[in-house]
């Protein structure tokens, strides 16, 4: 999957801890009859803050289970946007989130590969991308912050505790 997106933000309304421009994929998000099929990754750019991340949502249902993320600063660019702060207002920013299967150099095991690019160039020429975070998940590398529930068995969709999510969903999208 490659997932590209543009977004800004106009005002800071009631900003809660997750906040920011936020990219979602590998999910079945969208189907809420069972919580246990709607695993999925996230990027994010927080908007408070300004850091990069990844996240990996296990379950979606009467709770939600979450990994914790897996946060970098926010990169330095040549058109002189300052993440620091966290994110500018009226400033546009390209994200693009690549999420692909592969095999585990270091030991054979299927895993996947997340990254994060940005743009702080409001797309001129396509785009002056520059690589933001990139993380590998192996089996047992990205565990859930709590309890999976128990009905989260090992059907087709399921994701148990630590395994990477695989194979395509139905939906990707931003949140903001």
């Known amino acids: ?4 997106a543009y977004g800004r933000y106009r005002a800071y309304g009631g900003v809660r801890s997750y906040s920011g421009l936020t990219l979602v994929a590998r999910t079945n998000h969208g189907d809420y009859t069972d919580g246990c099929s709607a695993p999925g ?5 927080y ?10 949502e296990y379950y979606h249902g009467t709770s939600v289970v979450y990994s914790a993320s897996r946060r970098l600063p926010g990169p330095s660019n040549p058109h002189g946007v300052d993440l620091s702060s966290g994110l500018p207002l009226d400033e546009w ?3 693009k989130f690549v999420v692909y299967t592969l095999t585990d150099p270091d030991d054979g095991a299927p895993a996947v590969q997340l990254k994060l690019y940005l743009d702080f160039s409001r797309g001129a020429r396509g785009g002056d991308w520059v690589l933001a975070h990139e993380l590998l998940d192996t089996s047992g590398s990205w565990m859930a912050t709590r309890a999976i529930p128990d009905e989260c068995g090992t059907e087709d969709g399921h994701v148990r505790d630590g395994e990477p999510i695989f194979g395509g969903r139905e939906y990707c999208f931003l949140r903001t």
């Open 41 to 45: 990754y996230y990027a994010r750019i």
């Open 93 to 95: 920013i390209g994200l």
């Open 1 to 4: 999957v490659e997932f590209t």
């Open 47 to 56: 908007a408070t803050t300004g850091e990069v991340a990844f996240q990996k």
